[in-house]
């Protein structure tokens, strides 16, 4: 992890066009690649970033980072403060709550709910920033990766975005498709999930442990 707090500007050209005037502001750059600038406000969201794979090149006064679509996060800086680089070793994983815990197990005794042939890797497939919840296979054996969550919003569309961009670069598993299931999904991360090609998935909880009234509902 790299911390740069700067005096900059930030300028993203792709399929839109967005300018951050000159500000202060912290810089993050992560190991799996990605990019980010925060503000000391806005709550944890960062005011614009770029998610791997992306290439960083710096040079004097300005960096560009540039990911395989051909868009463009240009940060001119002023004037740097601060600039520090750390080793956060493997982060163990987000400890889900009961539900979260009791949905995987059940989803992967069950992974044919999610269509028929399917077939279960491994719960908690492991990866550099983290575990998936399902790696799967459906019935033409093509690799899917299954996020599940209790409550569905954006940011568990983005979790499983950087996943898939990740597992895709393994030419094993290639191509990854994704799923993202949950109790309840947000209408904004549906979108954003249905714009990247992932599959939602309504998961009944009670279903899935066996009751006669409740059914999947797959979207």
Request: proline residues 5%; charged residues 25%.
């Given at each position: 992890?790299?911390?740069?707090?700067?005096?900059?500007?930030?300028?993203?050209?792709?399929?839109?066009?967005?300018?951050?005037?000159?500000?202060?502001?912290?810089?993050?750059?992560?190991?799996?690649?990605?990019?980010?600038?925060?503000?000391?406000?806005?709550?944890?969201?960062?005011?614009?970033?770029?998610?791997?794979?992306?290439?960083?090149?710096?040079?004097?006064?300005?960096?560009?980072?540039?990911?395989?679509?051909?868009?463009?996060?240009?940060?001119?800086?002023?004037?740097?403060?601060?600039?520090?680089?750390?080793?956060?070793?493997?982060?163990?994983?987000?400890?889900?709550?009961?539900?979260?815990?009791?949905?995987?197990?059940?989803?992967?005794?069950?992974?044919?709910?999610?269509?028929?042939?399917?077939?279960?890797?491994?719960?908690?497939?492991?990866?550099?920033?983290?575990?998936?919840?399902?790696?799967?296979?459906?019935?033409?054996?093509?690799?899917?990766?299954?996020?599940?969550?209790?409550?569905?919003?954006?940011?568990?569309?983005?979790?499983?975005?950087?996943?898939?961009?990740?597992?895709?670069?393994?030419?094993?598993?290639?191509?990854?498709?994704?799923?993202?299931?949950?109790?309840?999904?947000?209408?904004?991360a549906r979108t954003l999930a249905e714009d990247r090609g992932i599959r939602c998935v309504v998961l009944?909880?009670?279903?899935?442990?066996?009751?006669?009234?409740?059914?999947?509902?797959?979207?």
């Amino acid at each position: 992890m790299r911390l740069v707090i700067a005096q900059c500007q930030v300028d993203y050209v792709g399929r839109l066009t967005a300018h951050l005037p000159m500000a202060k502001r912290l810089l993050l750059v992560k190991a799996d690649g990605s990019v980010l600038v925060h503000s000391d406000g806005g709550s944890y969201k960062p005011l614009n970033w770029m998610s791997p794979p992306c290439w960083l090149t710096e040079e004097p006064g300005k960096w560009v980072v540039k990911n395989k679509a051909g868009e463009e996060l240009i940060i001119t800086i002023e004037d740097t403060f601060h600039d520090s680089a750390h080793d956060l070793g493997i982060d163990p994983g987000l400890v889900k709550d009961g539900v979260e815990a009791h949905l995987q197990k059940l989803l992967a005794e069950h992974v044919t709910t999610l269509g028929e042939g399917w077939t279960l890797v491994r719960r908690e497939f492991p990866t550099a920033i983290g575990p998936v919840d399902l790696m799967c296979r459906d019935a033409h054996g093509v690799s899917v990766a299954v996020e599940i969550k209790r409550r569905g919003e954006i940011d568990g569309v983005e979790q499983l975005t950087r996943y898939i961009e990740l597992l895709n670069r393994d030419p094993l598993l290639a191509p990854v498709q994704g799923v993202f299931a949950a109790q309840q999904i947000k209408p904004q991360a549906r979108t954003l999930a249905e714009d990247r090609g992932i599959r939602c998935v309504v998961l009944d909880y009670d279903a899935l442990r066996g009751a006669e009234s409740a059914h999947l509902r797959l979207f």
